[in-house]
Nanobody
């Protein structure tokens, strides 16, 4: 139904900033939640942040006060502003669109991911 394309990943130093973008092929307001997930080498994919159609946001504890999720519905684009980056933030970051209220699991639609590497 919808295609998602992430961009903005790269290599940054500890303490640096990066902004990820997720461009959707249809209205992001068609889904209850637009979110960001990440998967580090050898680890399971984990929830990072999401924004509801009401604009309510939620973050996993390890990124709270450092990351900010936002959207521009006129551009069908979701963003993840990442500040004060740490080596443990290194992962492939995936965009997700879902209607399920759960933050977990493999529900909905997924992008191909963008690599974020934070050097120490």
């Amino acid at each position: 139904q919808v295609q998602l394309v992430e961009s903005g990943g790269g290599l940054v130093q500890t303490g640096g900033s990066l902004r990820l973008s997720c461009a959707a092929s249809s209205s992001i307001l068609d889904f209850n939640y637009m979110g960001w997930y990440r998967q580090a080498p050898g680890k399971r994919r984990e929830f990072v942040a999401r924004i509801a159609t009401t604009s309510v946001t939620h973050y996993t504890g390890s990124v709270k006060d450092r990351f900010t999720i936002s959207r521009d519905s006129t551009k069908n684009t979701v963003y993840l502003q990442m500040n004060s980056l740490k080596p443990e933030d290194t992962a492939v970051y995936y965009c997700n669109a879902r209607n399920s209220h759960s933050k977990f699991g493999d529900d909905g639609y997924w992008g191909q991911g963008t690599q974020v590497t934070v050097s120490s």
